[in-house]
T-cell receptor, first 116, second 114 residues
């Protein structure tokens, strides 16, 4: 079956530090890949996505590149802010035609805390 | 106004009680989902519905049931709540025919079973 593995947290950084959250996956074929973010007390919001190998998703200074050869989709940001403190989830979805199309598989989430 | 709403936002109940969590959406999406979030486990799919007449079990459906009353409404019921159903519950929606299946989440319901 499909699975997503994220680096263990929590992650604590100082403001303006560089962020990497690792994500690797196991899936049939070439899934779509997502990063969702959950701010305190809120639901999940889509942060960025990529649909095919070598695609780079980006939003709000965050980036992730779809690496087929390493089955990875690591999240990066060059300079984090206090407002980036949240829980980050990596997820995948099979393409149309896949047996699990329409269902997201999530990683366990990584808690990020950014201090001033 | 929020596109995906959930009621109640917080609920405390006792073991053995029947509980219903409700989800409504104004996005016009045909697909709706119920997830459960537990610390360190990410989100796990309970039930999903690809249209009003199509309801399917997810990976952890035991102890839960659902009802799709209309395209915009999808309810989750716990027939006899137990303490290990204490969790954060999320409803989500998506649209069929999308190549990327992006899902949109409600704000969540925090359920505590004593």
């Amino acid at each position: 079956g499909n699975s997503v593995t994220q680096m263990e947290g929590p992650v604590t950084l100082s403001e303006e530090a560089f962020l990497t959250i690792n994500c690797t996956y196991t899936a049939t074929g070439y899934p779509s890949l997502f990063w969702y973010v959950q701010y305190p007390g809120e639901g999940l919001q889509l942060l960025l996505k990529a649909t095919k190998a070598d695609d780079k998703g980006s939003n709000k200074g965050f980036e992730a590149t779809y690496r087929k050869e390493t089955t990875s989709f690591h999240l990066e940001k060059g300079s984090v802010q206090v407002s980036d403190s949240a829980v980050y989830f990596c997820a995948l979805s099979e393409k149309p035609g896949g047996t699990s199309y329409g269902k997201l598989t999530f990683g366990q989430g990584t808690i990020l805390t950014v201090h001033p | 106004d929020a596109d995906v709403t959930q009621t109640p936002r917080n609920r405390i109940t006792k073991t053995g009680k029947r509980i219903m969590l409700e989800c409504s959406q104004t996005k016009g999406h045909d697909r709706m989902y119920w997830y459960r979030q537990d610390p360190g486990l990410g989100l796990r799919l309970i039930y999903y519905s690809f249209d009003v007449k199509d309801i399917n079990k997810g990976e952890i459906s035991d102890g839960y049931s659902v009802s799709r009353q209309a395209q915009a409404k999808f309810s989750l019921s716990l027939e006899s709540a137990i303490p290990n159903q204490t969790a954060l519950y999320f409803c989500a929606t998506s649209v069929s025919g999308s190549s990327t299946d992006t899902q949109y989440f409600g704000p969540g319901t925090r359920l505590t079973v004593l």
